[in-house]
């Protein structure tokens, strides 16, 4: 049998197959996600820029300098660089109009006037930013009325990408994905430099925090709404079960859990019912 030939990867990076195996173990056990195989362009791509701006001469050194538990800033470097991805503006569009037409009036109806929602792996932050305008939509319809108030956390493992949700600067690549031109001018104002910063009653409604979805505890609070995108997918079977399963520990009665659209709560089904949202589905506590 010949040994498998490793994909391509940018020039100058090469792994062999020992070394790409302990890099998939490194960021298992750093983060959780289980990069699979034949993903060597991926983490080479990812990497690259860390090797030439730490001076890294090599796969091999930087695998060298991981398994060092003192290289606490590299380490957290590299997480960060494996596990930020682009996302876009009321992505998939169903959860909010959901939370917009059903779940706002409902807590309402049910005397909730305080609303806590939690927005898992939210990346550059236009998830969490999505849901605090569409709350902002909410209360505009229904003027003289009591305003629906909001606390949105919004977690993410790389604290180079919460830094830089929390300042809520985009450029004009980022604001084209999925954001309308009309959310644009209610929202968002010009900055000097081409750039677009969401206002400041927008972003007073999130929380930005760390959190490594591996964590055996996700905190006290209960919350009515929680977001957890397309994450669950780089996660084995295991693992995707004892985080569901923390999941409904931080529900409040009722509470609902948006998925991706590929992602399923496969294992823990105990916890969970189904919820048909038109076009889309949701997942609503069990007791």
């Known amino acids: 049998m ?11 990076i090469c792994f062999t197959d020992v070394e790409y195996q302990e890099f998939r173990l490194f960021l ?3 983060c959780g996600i289980d990069l699979g195989a034949g993903k060597e362009y991926l983490v080479a791509t990812r990497v690259r820029r860390i090797l030439a701006q730490e001076h890294i001469s090599s796969v091999t050194k930087l695998l060298e300098l991981l398994r060092n538990p003192s290289q606490r800033a590299l380490r957290q470097e590299v997480v960060d660089a494996m596990t930020t991805n682009e996302t876009l503006w009321f992505r998939d569009n169903y959860p909010f109009e959901y939370a917009k037409n059903t779940l706002f009036p409902a807590l309402v109806d049910a005397g909730v006037q305080n609303i806590r929602v939690w927005c898992a792996a939210c990346s550059s932050g236009q998830e969490p930013y999505s849901l605090s305008m569409t709350l902002n939509e909410f209360n505009r319809q229904r003027l003289g009325r009591l305003p629906l108030n909001s606390r949105i956390v919004a977690t993410d493992i790389s604290s180079e990408i919460l830094a830089s949700a929390k300042a809520g600067l985009y450029d004009r690549l980022s604001i084209a994905r999925g954001l309308s031109q009309e959310r644009l001018q209610t929202f968002f104002s010009s900055t000097p ?4 910063q969401i206002n400041a009653n927008v972003r007073q409604c999130v929380e930005f925090k760390p959190l490594n979805l591996q964590s055996d505890s996700y905190g006290f609070e209960k919350y009515h709404i929680v977001f957890c995108r397309n994450v669950l997918i780089y996660f084995n079977a295991e693992l995707k079960r004892r985080i569901l399963r923390n999941i409904h520990g931080v529900l409040a009665p009722n509470a609902i859990l948006f998925l991706g659209a590929s992602e399923s709560i496969s294992g823990a089904e105990d916890l969970f019912e189904v919820i048909n949202c038109k076009p889309g589905i949701a997942f609503k506590k069990k007791s």
Do not use: E, I, L, S
């Open 28 to 30: 298992q056990q750093a």
């Open 193 to 196: 430099d081409g750039r677009w």
């Open 2 to 12: 010949t040994a498998r030939t490793p994909p391509p990867t940018p020039k100058g």
